[in-house]
């Protein structure tokens, strides 16, 4: 990942809204949420959510996808576990912070240290 679009996503997160956006975006998973159901939980009018849904997919943090007349929105988890990689990898040092892959479940498991 370049600097340049990690710095996008940690802009477009720094957000009050757009933070509780992603983070329910999250917990729908892979399959996502039309934005209706978005805005009736977040309590978000529907042109302030599409605002911030923009912003984050410009960043990379969000998919859409058209489902007949509804476009479903779903967090980019590909991207996210990138930008999480990045910063441990390229932001920290080993004995504070490591990845370890998990190739038997397919899986990465960050390790970080308890400092002093």
């Not at 990689?85 to 397919?106: G, L, P, T």
């Given at each position: ?53 923009s912003h984050m997919s410009n ?11 509804s476009i479903i929105y779903s ?6 576990a990138d930008l999480i990689r ?31």
């Amino acid at each position: 990942m370049e600097v340049n679009n990690a710095l996008l996503a940690f802009a477009a997160l720094s957000q009050d809204t757009r933070l509780r956006v992603f983070r329910l975006l999250v917990e729908y998973g892979p399959d996502g949420a039309p934005a209706g159901i978005l805005s009736e939980a977040l309590a978000i009018p529907h042109n302030t959510l599409s605002f911030h849904l923009s912003h984050m997919s410009n960043a990379g943090l969000v998919l859409s996808q058209r489902k007949g007349r509804s476009i479903i929105y779903s967090a980019n988890f590909e991207f996210f576990a990138d930008l999480i990689r990045y910063m441990v990898k390229d932001c920290c040092r080993e004995d504070m912070a490591s990845i370890r892959d998990n190739k038997k479940k397919k899986c990465s498991i960050i390790e970080l240290s308890t400092c002093c």
